[in-house]
C-alpha cells in the first residue's frame, strides 16, 4: 500500500505520480470576497468554495474547465463526503478551495475528481478542530495513472454506474417514505374520524382517560445518581433514553436512584405502562414516543400520560402515533409542551376488549411494515459505491488497449518539459483587493498552447457541475 491507502500495485501501462505532477494549481489567483460585498456585487458569475457553489458575483476569475479540491472546511475522512468537485466557464473562487488546472494529455479531470474523491487523506488533511489540507501536503498526493484514454473509459463505466446507483439510492428513499406514508394512512384508518365513526367509538378528553404529569429533576446534592441497575434500584429517564433500541418498549436507563433516595428527594414514580414524549426543547421535534417496561421517574423535559383504568398503553400509544408534538408546543424559541395542551385531545376509547383486538392488528400490520424497513435500511449504495470505485481506480473492470500510450512515457515528456524550463519562481497572491479597488477581476494564466508537450489547450464544454460521490 502507497501513502493514502491507495494500493501500490498497477496494471500494465499505469505509472505513479504526484498530484504536483499532473496539474497546475492556480490558488494565488483566488480571491475571498465576504457576504456583504457579494451582495453589492450580484452578477451572474458563479462564486465557489470549499465544497460547492456558495453564491453569485459579478465578475470572473477564470474561464476554464477546472478542478477544485477542498482546502478546509471539507469532511476529508468521511468517504461518503466529496472532496473535490469540477467547474467550467466564468467562474469566480475563495480562499477554501485548491484550484488545479488538470494537464490535459496526462490527465482526465474527470478521472482526476473521482480519483480524489476516492482517495484517502490520513496523513495528508490535519487539524484538530477543522481539517486543513496544505497546498504542500496536496502537492504530495500520489496519483495512480491510467493512460489518459483509459482513465476516459473508467470516467465513461463510472458515470454510466454512478447514475445508476444514484438512481437506487433515490428509489430506496422513496419506497421508504412510501412506507412512512402507508403507515400513517393505517393508523389514521383506525384513529381518524371516518375510522372511528365506522366503529361506533366513543370520543373521550385525554384528560378523562389518563393522568398527565410533568417530571421532576432533584437537585444534584440531594440524590446520587447510580449509572448501572441493581436489584432495588429504580429507572430515572431522560430524554436521551427514549433513543435506545427498544422500540415503543423503554426499560433501560442511563440513571437510576434506591427507593430510599426517591423517599427523601420527594420525587415521584409512575408505574409501567406510562406512555413519555419530550416536553421541551428540540426533542419535541423527533416526536417520539415510549412505554415504560417498569416504575420509574422522570425529570422535567419529560411529559408521562398514565392511563387510566380501562385504558390499555399500547392502544393509547399507538393513537399518540398520529399526534405531532410539534404542532402542540407553544412555538417560542425553545418550544415546550404543557398539560393544557394535552389536555383537551380527544382519544377514541373502545372497550378494553377492543383496544387490545386493535393493538394485535396493528402489532401484525406494522412488524410487516418494520420488516420492510429493516430490507430497505439494509441497502447500503455508498458501501456499492466504494467498492465499484476501489476496483475500478484499481484497473479490474476497465479493458485495456495495447495501441494507449503508457502513461508512464507521457509523463517522462512532461517531467523532462519541466526540468528543460527550470523552476517557474513561486508567486506570492495579490492582497485582496477593497471593493473601490475592483476595477478587473485577477485574470487566470492562459490554458497551455496546444503544441506544447502534454499540454493542450482545453475545451470549454457546458457548465458541468456533477459531484462525483
Do not use: C
Not at 453589492?40 to 465544497?51: K, L, M, Q
Not at 442511563?254 to 426517591?262: D, G, H, N, P
Amino acid at each position: 500500500m502507497s501513502d493514502g491507502g491507495i494500493p501500490s500495485e498497477l496494471p500494465k501501462g499505469w505509472a505513479w505520480a504526484t498530484l504536483g505532477e499532473v496539474v497546475e494549481v492556480l490558488d494565488h489567483l483566488r480571491v475571498p470576497v465576504s457576504a456583504k460585498e457579494r451582495a453589492e456585487r450580484t452578477g451572474a458569475v458563479p462564486y465557489y468554495g470549499a465544497a460547492g457553489q456558495v453564491g453569485w458575483i459579478d465578475e470572473k476569475i477564470f474561464d476554464e474547465d477546472l478542478v477544485l479540491l477542498g482546502e478546509d472546511g471539507v469532511q476529508f475522512f468521511d468517504a461518503d463526503k466529496p472532496k473535490a468537485y469540477l467547474v467550467s466557464g466564468p467562474s469566480w473562487v475563495n480562499n477554501h478551495a485548491h484550484v488545479l488546472r488538470a494537464l490535459e494529455n496526462l490527465v482526465d479531470r474527470r478521472y482526476l475528481a473521482y480519483y480524489l474523491n476516492h482517495f484517502n487523506y490520513e496523513g495528508f488533511a490535519n487539524g484538530t478542530t477543522r481539517l486543513k489540507l496544505t497546498k504542500a501536503a496536496m502537492l504530495r498526493i500520489p496519483v495512480m495513472l491510467p493512460p489518459v484514454e483509459e482513465q476516459r473509459r473508467i470516467v465513461a463505466l463510472l458515470d454510466g454506474q454512478l447514475s445508476r446507483l444514484d438512481a437506487a439510492e433515490k428509489a430506496l428513499g422513496d419506497a421508504g417514505r412510501r412506507v412512512a406514508l402507508t403507515v400513517r394512512s393505517l393508523l389514521n384508518g383506525y384513529f381518524g374520524p371516518s375510522g372511528v365513526h365506522a366503529r361506533g367509538w366513543r370520543y373521550e378528553r385525554l384528560e378523562d382517560v389518563a393522568e398527565i404529569r410533568g417530571g421532576q429533576t432533584p437537585r444534584k446534592d440531594s440524590v446520587a445518581f447510580e449509572s448501572e441497575w441493581k436489584p432495588g434500584l429504580v429507572p430515572f429517564w431522560k430524554v436521551g433514553d427514549m433513543n435506545g433500541p427498544e422500540g415503543r418498549l423503554m426499560s433501560r436507563s442511563r440513571t437510576y436512584l434506591s427507593a430510599e433516595q426517591i423517599r427523601s428527594a420527594k420525587v415521584r414514580t409512575y408505574p409501567a405502562g406510562t406512555v413519555l414524549l419530550p416536553k421541551r426543547g428540540g426533542a419535541i421535534a423527533t416526536n417520539k414516543k415510549r412505554i415504560t417496561a417498569a416504575d420509574g421517574a422522570f425529570d422535567l423535559n419529560i411529559m408521562g400520560v398514565v392511563p387510566k383504568k380501562g385504558l390499555v398503553p399500547e392502544f393509547l400509544w399507538y393513537w399518540f402515533q398520529t399526534i405531532d408534538l410539534a404542532e402542540l408546543s407553544d412555538g417560542s424559541n425553545v418550544p415546550q409542551i404543557n398539560k393544557p395542551d394535552l389536555s383537551h385531545l380527544l382519544i377514541p376509547v373502545p372497550g378494553e376488549s377492543g383496544q387490545k383486538d386493535v393493538v394485535r392488528q396493528l402489532d401484525d400490520l406494522l412488524a410487516r411494515f418494520d420488516r420492510m424497513r429493516s430490507t430497505i435500511a439494509n441497502v447500503k449504495p455508498s458501501w456499492l459505491r466504494a467498492s465499484l470505485l476501489q476496483q475500478v481506480l484499481a484497473g479490474r473492470m476497465v479493458p485495456q488497449d495495447p495501441a494507449d500510450e503508457p502513461a508512464e512515457a507521457v509523463l517522462a515528456r512532461v517531467r523532462a518539459a519541466r526540468e528543460a524550463a527550470g523552476a517557474a519562481p513561486a508567486r506570492r497572491p495579490g492582497p485582496r483587493r477593497a471593493p473601490a479597488q475592483r476595477g478587473a477581476a485577477p485574470e487566470a494564466p492562459p490554458p497551455p498552447r496546444a503544441d506544447a508537450p502534454a499540454l493542450a489547450a482545453a475545451t470549454q464544454p457546458t457548465l458541468d457541475l456533477e459531484i462525483p460521490t
